[in-house]
């Protein structure tokens, strides 16, 4: 066998391939290298050994150590069901009160509100509660049916217009415009109006036009201030808050469509512990109870009557 050509400059001997002129160096691969390929190799044998690793027509090789992540995930579960049922026998024994006033028991009511909450309320309250056009704002202080732990806790059992039998909202808003109770002067002038109640420029001739339309088919619910009544859902028309908007193109729309939210019922799909978890974890990321707008309420009238 004749021996292989070496390359002048480097003195290492070629492969006898050749490539448009170049040739391909016969260079041994680094000591570190190899070692490390068989060491790779070795440590292949003895995880084929240890653990779980060839496929069968039945099943699987277990490994001498009999490891499986099946089992490690199953024992893991068990023991956050554990944590969870101690967690849960506390809640179910304990009031909302009792459980905002103890900082363990409130903390863990806060983790599971706060995982039942992106899981189920944010997609209509937003990730942080801060709502939308036609999603309450649950971090503020204005409450459509009071702002309270029990409260909060019974509108999450038995949701707003939600089909339950005893659900929240049996006042609803009437449609002015689309059932032609009310004509598009009419409407325009109430339009104007309930800008009046919220103490922003009005224009008066339509305020003092609407203010006996008002009185027929408004104050039953809004009362002769407009402020209305957190017990049964009937929005303040005098506060700075607006569920579909304050501008006067929204305020005309809700006159005319008379829109009324709906919330699901929660009460078949969680837990009781679950319920107070979440109204814990509402209530403490609210800005506070609301109540009703007693000054709004003392001047009644004047309010749109000295509106300009």
Known sequence: MSERERDDHSGTETTGHEWDGIKELDTPLPRWWLWVFYGSILWAIVYWVLMPAW?????????VLGMSDRADVVREL??????RQAGEAKLRTASLQ???????????AMQVGQSVFGDNCATCHGAGGGGGKGYPN??????????SL????HTLEVGVRSGHAQAKGETVMPAFGRDQMLTDAQIADMTEYVVALSRRKANQAAVTRAAQTYADQCAACHGPAGAGDPARGVPNLTDAEWLYGSDRASISEQIWNGRNGVMPSWQARFSPETIKALAVYVHANAGGDAEPAQAAAKEG????????
């Open 55 to 63: 496929p069968g027509v039945s099943g699987y090789t277990k490994g």
């Open 78 to 83: 068990d023991g956050l069901k554990a944590h």
């Open 98 to 108: 009792q459980i905002e006033a103890d900082p363990d028991l409130q903390a863990y």
């Open 138 to 147: 649950l971090r503020d202080d204005v409450w459509l049916w009071g702002g």
């Open 150 to 153: 029990d409260e909060i806790r």
């Open 301 to 308: 009238v004047v309010a749109v009557a000295t509106a300009k």
